[in-house]
């Protein structure tokens, strides 16, 4: 089993609607990451956790929220999602080392 | 702002061909510098290179950090056309544990 997963895989929505992007991990890691990643421009950073109780906001956060409901899972939402947000989404983790494992990805479209 | 730049942005090879791919940063207190090769979805682990590791290799890769000139490189020799993929690097700095990528070069190996 991948030891981080996130779904869906694949979502097409629509403009306004709220959308939820999950992600969970089996390594025990503190440290959770989500990325946005659009041709071209590489990982941008949206909002990264360290613990629980300890939320960061990335370089583009506006328009998303996390929460960390524990120290496996962290969620991804798009309150009213907008078709710019259309991308790539992962979630990553990080343990002692700096070398961070990603999630498949989800691919995400809003029409 | 710390900014990553890698270069060039897209490379075309023929199989048997050596690659140089370049990082540069512009960071106050690096900590490390990772290599991630994407093929179709999540990046995955190549290197890490610190202060202390400024020099790895495995099998046909091998990746240096030049502290003085705040870069580094990724070589490939013998390129094969599975060395196809977006290679992405990143980097860190000392107190937290943000990670900021490049745009990634895209390299292809043709047969």
């Known amino acids: 089993d991948a030891d981080v997963t996130q779904t869906p895989r694949n979502r097409i929505t629509k403009t306004g609607k709220r959308i939820m992007l999950e992600c969970s991990q089996t390594?025990?890691?503190?440290?959770m990451y989500w990325y946005r990643q659009d041709p071209g421009l590489g990982l941008q950073l949206i909002y990264y956790?360290?613990?629980?109780?300890?939320?960061n906001k990335g370089e583009i956060s506006d328009g998303y929220s996390v929460s960390r409901q524990a120290q496996a899972k962290f969620s991804l939402s798009l309150e009213s999602a907008i078709p710019n947000q259309t991308a790539l989404y992962f979630c990553?983790?990080?343990?002692?080392?700096?070398?961070?494992?990603f999630g498949p990805g989800t691919r995400l479209t809003v029409l | 702002e710390d900014k990553v730049v890698q270069s060039p942005l897209s490379l075309v090879v023929h199989e048997g061909d050596t690659v140089t791919l370049n990082c540069s940063y512009e960071?106050?207190?690096?900590?490390?510098l990772l290599w991630y090769k994407q093929e179709k979805k999540a990046p995955t682990f190549l290197f890490m290179l610190?202060?202390?590791?400024i020099e790895k290799k495995s099998g046909r890769l091998s990746s240096i950090l030049d502290k003085k000139e705040l870069s580094s490189i990724l070589n490939i020799t013998a390129t094969q056309t599975g060395d196809s993929a977006i290679y992405l690097c990143?980097?860190?700095?000392?107190?937290?544990?943000?990670?900021?990528f490049g745009t990634g070069t895209r390299l292809k190996v043709l047969a």
């Open positions: 990553a983790t990080s343990g002692d080392s700096d070398e961070q494992f």
């Open positions: 390594k025990g890691h503190d440290r």
């Open positions: 956790s360290f613990d629980v109780k300890d939320i």
């Open positions: 960071v106050t207190n690096f900590r490390s």
């Open positions: 610190t202060s202390s590791g």
């Open positions: 990143a980097q860190t700095t000392s107190g937290t544990y943000k990670y900021i």
